[in-house]
Each structure stands twice: as C-alpha cells, then as structure tokens.
C-alpha cells in the first residue's frame, strides 16, 4: 500500500490550486466588467440615456465570442461558421424580437492577462469609432454584458447589448408616445388616406368594426411566428347584424422586431410604408371603392409588434 500513499494528496493540492487559480481569473474577469459596464454607463448618462443594467446572459455570449476569436484566430462579428451575434443570443436562450448589437476589439503586443486600463483604452477607441459609439448610445437598449480573452500578448474584448429597441421611422425629435386603439386606427387612416390622396383616390373612413375584427386576428401568443388567426371567412367575424353591410373585405399583416415596447405613430407609418412598397398590397391598399380601415396592433414588451389592417368595402345604402 505504501507507493500509493502519496499521490492522493498531491492530487488535492493540484486541485486546490487549480480551482483556487479558477476563483482568481473569475474575480479579475467579474472586475473588469463592472469596469466595462461603468464607463459605458458615464457615456450613455452624460448623453441623457437610461443606464444598462449587467447580464449574466450577454456576459455569456460576449465571453464565449471572445475566447472562440482567441482560441482559432480571427477578428470579426461573424464566425467562421457564420453565426453572428443574434444567433449567439438566442443560442443562449434570448428573445428573438430583441435588438442586439456588439463590439468588438483586440489588441496585439498588449501584457496578457488584460488590465482595467486595457479595458479603458477599449472604451476610448470604441467611442472614438462611430459605429461603436452608435451602439453604446443606442435608445431602445437595456442590458450589457462584456468578454475578455488573452494570452501570448493578444487580447480580444467583445461588448455585447440587448433591449427592446425604438419603433422604426422616428422621426427627428419624436418621442415615441404610445397610442390607444382608437388612436392607432386614427393614424393608420390618415396614413392610408395620404397615399390614395396622391393617387387621387377617395378617403377611407377609420372603421371601429373592423378595428375589432383586425384585433381577433392578431396573434394571442406575442411570441409566435404567425402573424395573424385568419379564419374561414373574414365575415363570420362580424356581429350577424352587420355582416351584410359589407361587400368586400381584405387584411393586411406585417411583424417586425427590436421595434420598442408600446405602440406609436411611428410604428404605424413604417408598417403602411411596408404595405405601400409591396405590389400586392399596394393594390389592396389602393382599390378604387376602398371605404373603410380597421387597424390592430400588438406589442409583445420585448420588440415584436404585430399590425393588422382590415379594409373593406361597404355595400350602397
């Protein structure tokens, strides 16, 4: 029994060590990214942005894209494999409708392993850079999270950001104020009526039925893939007693993501636009004996939004 006496102990001083080694990089890696994340923060704050708040999550897919340039050698938001940085989110079990955005940088010739002034130059050169500067100061951002990874003198630091996102279409100074439903289909019609008016066309009158009809068609489930539940027929949707009033109706839907959190005008200018800009709506869009929009729209909270348009016909008094 005797030459097996020694290696047991050996072998929990290696792992003692070892794990004792792991601790240390964790709480010099946990270090600099509460760095990263408060120079991003002064940034953001002194251009009258909301804080970032840290994410295990992001901290995760920045990490791992750090070490993955590192350990094979390249520098670039796409991996060989061409994954970017919304796969990796969602790989990491992150919305599909959020915004994301990264930065990346590496250094060569640098001390290994890096330093919270290596962090700090990073940050410079990112806000010296103006498409790096765009995403630390992006509206619609919630979350942050930031990777590191060195040796042999290389280094290669990843700043990744998550949040909802801003409605498309903003225009310059506009606050994107959230519209009640009769305000959405309000603003849709008049959206609507300034393209038949180019066109010398007749105005459409917003329809609260078919508002509500455009709302039973919008999905229950905000994070679906389908956009609307298109039943049999548009008309059973309709109470019985105005079935008949109409004598043509068509829907209209459109989705998109990192797209804000509340519906807006906004919002609703880009989904029109949309319509407009494809050859087969445009025409459901333009009839000549159009009469009369419903419009509906959901917002799932974390950028999905989801527009129906209902456009009908009404029959002659």
């Known amino acids: 029994m005797f030459p097996f006496r020694f290696p047991l102990p050996l072998l929990v001083l290696f792992v003692t060590l070892s794990a004792a080694a792991t601790m240390a990089r964790a709480a010099e890696l946990e270090e600099l990214r509460a760095r990263a994340l408060s120079l991003v923060n002064q940034a953001r704050e002194a251009h009258?942005?909301?804080?970032?708040?840290?994410?295990?999550?992001?901290?995760?897919?920045?990490?791992?894209?750090?070490e993955d340039m590192l350990e094979r050698d390249y520098y670039a938001h796409v991996s060989p494999?061409?994954?970017?940085?919304q796969d990796r989110f969602r790989d990491q079990g992150g919305s599909r409708w959020k915004l994301v955005a990264e930065n990346i940088a590496t250094c060569s010739g640098c001390p290994t392993p890096a330093s919270l002034?290596?962090?700090?130059?990073?940050?410079?050169?990112w806000m010296d850079s103006p498409e790096h500067r765009k995403n630390i100061l992006a509206e619609g951002?919630?979350?942050f999270g930031f990777g590191i990874a060195g040796s042999n003198g290389t280094i290669y630091a990843v700043q990744t950001f998550a949040g909802p996102g801003e409605p498309p279409?903003?225009?310059?100074?506009?606050?994107p104020v959230a519209l009640s439903p009769g305000e959405q289909t309000q603003e849709a019609a008049q959206a609507v009526n300034r393209l038949r008016e180019r066109e010398g066309l007749n105005p459409v009158e917003p329809s609260k039925a078919l508002s509500e009809v455009a709302r039973q068609l919008l999905p229950e489930d905000g994070t679906a893939d389908s956009l609307i539940d298109r039943p049999d027929s548009l008309?059973?949707?309709?109470?019985?007693?105005?079935?008949?009033?109409?004598?043509?109706?068509?829907?209209?839907a459109a989705a998109c993501g990192g797209c804000g959190t509340q519906p807006t005008a906004a919002d609703i200018r880009s989904f029109i636009e949309q319509w407009s800009s494809n050859p087969q709506n445009d025409q459901a869009v333009l009839q000549q004996d159009?009469?009369?929009?419903?419009?509906?729209?959901?917002?799932?909270g974390e950028g999905r939004k989801v527009a129906v348009s209902l456009l009908g016909?009404?029959?002659p008094r």
């Open 235 to 252: 008309f059973d949707l309709l109470p019985e007693d105005q079935a008949a009033n109409w004598s043509s109706l068509d829907v209209l």
């Open 141 to 143: 951002l919630e979350s």
């Open 169 to 175: 279409g903003l225009a310059p100074d506009e606050e």
């Open 81 to 85: 494999e061409g994954e970017t940085v």
């Open 48 to 66: 009258g942005l909301n804080s970032l708040e840290g994410s295990d999550l992001l901290d995760e897919v920045a990490q791992n894209h750090a």
């Open 117 to 125: 002034e290596r962090v700090e130059q990073f940050q410079e050169g």
């Open 290 to 300: 159009l009469t009369d929009m419903g419009f509906a729209m959901l917002a799932n």
């Open 313 to 315: 016909q009404r029959r």
